[in-house]
């Protein structure tokens, strides 16, 4: 292993993201410093938050820039260690982005312990499995009965978002781009109706499908969607901000929904945007408790995958455009 594969960011999308945005290159093997450990990559995650670090709307991301590596959630190897307490093939869960190899200092990986797919751990026991569990449970505050609505409910956050409600007793609704898409969520993940925004009478769909309005919704999509479910929620809803996948994808995001604030005050419903890692000491219990659900069967944890570094570029393009169905993974080496 003499040369690292890694993908560059070559240009900051104007518009749409296109897979030429990106360069594959061959880079020096990194060699890992005192206090670190060289990882190589097992498999990434590929989340729609990444598309927002590109559009330089995510603050904890910082400015955007060319000619670095994609960004992106890792389950890597050690490969070689020279920090203590970290050893050989000890699995890690860190912050390798789009690259082959990379050495990190021991405080940047939680190692963590092997399962039989290590993938999980860039999905639902990676950041937006952690971002489904603390954003339903400690923003929304769902109670068994009350009715939950996801947006982007087929994808990595939402396909968990909508389990973990049904776990606690409510009545679910996703809000997905296709037909089939929604056909898989009840018919397979238990949710008790989907509705498909991209069709013209998406409004009177979700309120059909809400009869007794909304308590919860967990917004991964703000636009239209929120724009929708905001008229249908009952007094003390909570609305759960986790993102804005609608206005990402371009380099004018659409204003704010009707209704804010009138609407809240009126009856009286919180809207809170969150960070995952507003939880980060909470990471390890979290983990643990969607493991016991993973392997009891009570979540499916959907897994969506490409595999190949060249192909990442595609996979996420692809996203974007609604083609995943559970995390989008790219697998790089077993
Ligand atoms: N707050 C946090 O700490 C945190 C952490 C992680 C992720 N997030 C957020 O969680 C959300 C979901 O991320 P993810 O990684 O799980 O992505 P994902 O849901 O797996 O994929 C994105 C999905 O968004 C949908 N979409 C695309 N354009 C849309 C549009 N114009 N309107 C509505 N839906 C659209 C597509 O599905 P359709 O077929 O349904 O269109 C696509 O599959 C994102 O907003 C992300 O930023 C937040």
Known sequence: MSTNTRVLIRNLPKEKLAVTDYELVESPMPSPADGEVLCQTLAIGVGAGARAGLQGSASYAGA????????????????????????????????????????HPAKAVTR??????????????????????FGLLRVGEPKASETVVVSAAAGSVGHLVGQIAKLKGCRVVGTCGSDEKGARLVSELGFDASVNYK????????KAACPDGIDVYFDNTGGDVLGAVLFRMNTFGRIACCGVVSQYDTSNPAGGPRGVPGLLV???????????????????TAR??????????????????????????????????????GTRIIRVAS
């Open 199 to 206: 069709d013209g009478d998406f409004r009177a769909a979700l």
């Open 288 to 325: 643990e408790t969607m493991l016991g659900w993973i392997k009891t069967g009570a979540i499916h944890a959907l897994q969506d995958e490409f595999k190949g570094l060249a192909q990442a570029p595609a996979a996420f393009v692809d996203l974007l455009a609604g083609g995943n169905i």
């Open 64 to 103: 955007p820039q060319t000619g670095i590596v994609m960004n992106g959630q890792t389950i890597s190897r050690v490969v070689e260690s020279r920090a203590a307490g970290l050893n050989k093939d000890d699995l890690v869960v860190c912050g390798s982005g789009w690259q082959a190899f990379a050495a």
């Open 266 to 284: 009126n009856k009286r419903i919180r809207m809170q945007g969150f960070l995952v890692f507003d939880y980060a000491s909470e990471y390890a």
């Open 112 to 133: 963590v312990p092997a399962i039989d797919d290590p993938a999980h751990y860039v999905g639902a026991l990676g950041t937006n499995g952690l971002t489904a569990y």
